[in-house]
């Protein structure tokens, strides 16, 4: 994986495709939630045959995507910038003029590597990662695809969308120009998570869990939810004395060192904290309910790997889009919701030990959550790339 753009620029009429001049340009970034679905997306395309270094990554600098190993064997550029604050406070207004700034360079920067690329088709994911592209596909004339994962579409999509030669929405009746109902692409590794006795006996010896526990997954995303964080912590102290169950704390960047030197003394219990969890797939498979926030991305995995969870929404998401994500599991019978105020580690244990004290429960929850994946979003998100780019998939020399 490269930090930015490799080697010369290709003549513009060069028929290959490859590192030098991608035939996708994935836009986008910053959180998992907006890295993952084109990352999938990719792997199908290079599953078709298309040289992996014909598919570029573009994202941001302080993004999960310039840390993460999931992009090894692609190229990949990271540009400048971040998110705007919606503080007016003094420190809010200091992280949007850096915002504003940081957007103007990449924007800068996109158009210049753009003019040297001249994509087949850009994938745009969303988020503030995602616009130096959008901008650089227009001036350029090249075909975008929007994915939109999301039950309300964030500002970035909204506007890519009214230009976009297609929009792939990961949930059914969202209002975009040129819509196609997709479902959310989840990568490979999660649609296929063993959940069978034997699968979870290997998934918690791969994490070091105990076998004869119930095991509980946190997780608030790549960046953390201090809420779920807090509460977590909380749980771990009022369950020290516990040997019957065993917690894996994926805490995130943000409250990483701080939960570190905070950690709970050892005692019965096992409990885990990590800062970011490379292997979702086998934590899908150790737990026996998970407790996440309620992103599209994490809804589709839990969904299509069958794990019962506790969801507590995001407050604030735009349009509360992470409350409509939850709502769709929970009136399926697959999570339980809990708001994000009501949450401490008291609610969590109770909410924990009444699903834990009912397997035949856990089991229908499992099977509700199953009942809204869409294990065909991947495939169909790539054959609508493949649609609107202007050039044929490029494919691999033998």
């Keep these: 994986m490269a930090g930015g753009a490799t080697g010369s620029a290709s003549s ?7 590192p030098q001049r991608p035939w996708l340009v994935v836009a986008g970034g910053g959180t998992g939630g907006h890295l993952y679905p084109g990352l999938a997306v990719a792997r ?9 270094g014909a598919v570029h990554f573009v994202g941001a600098r302080r993004g999960l995507e310039a840390r993460t190993r999931a992009l090894e064997g692609f ?7 971040r998110g705007l604050s919606r503080s007016l406070s003094g420190s809010g207004v200091a992280v949007n003029v850096e915002a504003v700034a940081g957007m103007s360079a990449a924007v800068a920067r996109a158009l210049r590597l753009f003019a040297r690329w001249r994509p087949a088709v ?8 995602s616009a130096p592209c959008v901008v650089a596909a227009i001036a350029w004339r090249c075909p975008i695809v929007v994915v939109n994962v999301d039950a309300v579409a964030g500002a970035v999509n909204r506007w890519a969308s009214r230009v976009a030669a297609a929009t792939a929405v990961g949930v059914p009746g969202v209002d975009l120009p040129r819509a196609v109902f997709t479902g959310v692409p ?18 918690r010896h791969h994490l070091g869990l105990p ?8 997780s608030g995303g790549s960046l953390g939810a201090r809420r779920l964080n807090m509460a977590t912590l909380e749980l771990a102290r009022l369950w020290s004395g516990r040997s019957d169950v065993a917690v894996r704390h994926v805490v ?5 060192d701080e939960l570190r030197a905070t950690a709970p003394a050892a005692g019965a219990l096992c409990y885990q904290q990590v800062e970011y969890e490379e292997d979702m797939a086998a ?13 599209a991305n994490t809804v589709a995995e839990l969904a299509l790997a069958g794990v019962p969870s506790v969801l507590v929404p995001l407050p604030g998401s735009p349009g509360d889009h992470q409350g409509a994500n939850a709502r769709a599991l929970a009136g399926a019978g697959g999570a339980v919701v809990v708001a994000d105020e009501a949450l401490d580690g008291s609610r969590l244990a109770a909410e924990l030990d009444a699903l834990l004290a009912a397997p035949g429960r856990l089991a229908e929850m499992s099977r509700a959550a199953g009942s809204l994946a869409r294990p065909g979003a991947t495939v169909a998100v790539a054959d609508l790339v493949q649609e609107h780019a202007r050039a044929p998939l490029p494919m691999e020399r033998p």
């Design 44 to 52: 199908e395309l290079v599953g078709r045959g298309c040289p992996a």
């Design 283 to 295: 934590l899908y498979a150790a737990a026996d309910v998970a407790v996440q926030r309620a992103g």
């Design 211 to 218: 076998d004869g526990a119930s095991v509980v997954a946190v």
């Design 186 to 203: 989840v990568r490979a590794s999660l649609a296929a998570v063993d959940r069978s006795e034997e699968g979870r006996r290997q998934a």
């Design 122 to 129: 850009v994938m745009s994911l969303g988020g503030y990662a």
């Design 75 to 81: 190229p990949a550029t990271f540009l400048p910038g």
């Design 252 to 256: 995130g960047r943000r409250d990483w």
């Design 12 to 18: 513009l009429t060069e028929a290959a495709y490859g």
